[in-house]
């Protein structure tokens, strides 16, 4: 189970970093967090929230209490996420699915290292 873990957390560490960077001043994030009706202060927090929790997962790899800690980060980050696309902007489900997913992914690594704490 050790190897899907720390698979799981590679693909997680690596996507938030892609994610995380591109709230930083890409156009297309500037106009969906105007669409979310969330300020730039925001997508430039949840930005660095992304690559905090992408860095501590990775460190994870090798020490499962970090595993934990980035799980929990990005599992919160995720939860609002859905928040916002299902509650605030009343997007369908399905523009919802890519943080729901990385949510579950995310409750995933916490659970796997969990039994580590």
Do not use: C
Not at 11 to 18: D, E, R, V
Not at 36 to 63: C, D, H, P, Q
Not at 91 to 110: G, T
Request: glycine share 6%; net charge positive; proline share 2%.
């Amino acid at each position: 189970m050790h190897i899907f873990s720390i698979v799981l957390q590679s693909i997680l560490a690596i996507g938030f970093l892609m994610f995380g960077f591109s709230k930083f001043g890409s156009k297309q994030m500037v106009d969906e967090f105007k669409r979310y009706k969330l300020s730039s202060a925001m997508r430039n927090f949840t930005g660095f929230v992304e690559v905090i929790a992408a860095a501590i997962i990775f460190i994870g790899i090798w020490n499962d209490a970090y595993a934990v800690v980035g799980g929990v980060l990005m599992a919160v980050t995720m939860f609002f996420a859905v928040l916002v696309h299902l509650v605030r902007v009343k997007d369908p489900v399905v523009k919802a699915m890519m943080p729901i997913i990385l949510f579950i992914l995310a409750v995933v690594v916490i659970g796997l290292n969990w039994n580590t704490l």
